[in-house]
């Protein structure tokens, strides 16, 4: 079992930075899959990211690539999410999510509470 304790959003103007961290307050992060997901006002929660057990393979939602770096420090047991390039439409509450076999549509078996991410144009 883990608990998960999200922090660092904000409010940021469009084409800013954020780094979002995700820190197992309880239980070891390297022991799971770890994603992250959003979900903006009226819609469904979202994939964006996820990073292995080790950090050697890394997948991202076509919305984010290029934009997003999803890593992880395993000692310290937390993982990140480093937001470049920040537009209006990733304005969401975004959460850490962690499991055995977590994928972009589901798998997840602990999730944090969410932090808030607010960009503003």
């Known amino acids: 079992q883990v608990q998960l304790v999200e922090s660092g959003g904000g409010l940021v103007q469009a084409g800013g930075s954020l780094r979002l961290s995700c820190a197992a307050s309880?239980?070891?992060?390297?022991?799971?899959?770890v994603g992250w997901y959003r979900q903006a006002p009226g819609r469904e929660r979202e994939f964006v990211a996820i990073?292995?057990?080790?950090?050697?393979?890394?997948y991202y939602a076509d919305s984010v690539k290029g934009r997003f770096t999803v890593s992880r420090e395993n000692a310290k047991n937390t993982v990140s999410l480093q937001m470049n390039s920040l537009k209006p439409e990733d304005t969401a509450v975004y959460y850490c999510?962690?499991?055995?076999?977590?994928?972009?549509?589901?798998?997840?078996?602990?999730w944090g509470e969410g932090t808030l991410v607010t960009v503003s144009s």
């Open positions: 999510g962690a499991g055995r076999f977590i994928g972009p549509k589901g798998g997840v078996e602990y």
């Open positions: 309880e239980g070891t992060l390297s022991d799971y899959l």
């Open positions: 990073i292995s057990w080790t950090g050697g393979t890394l």
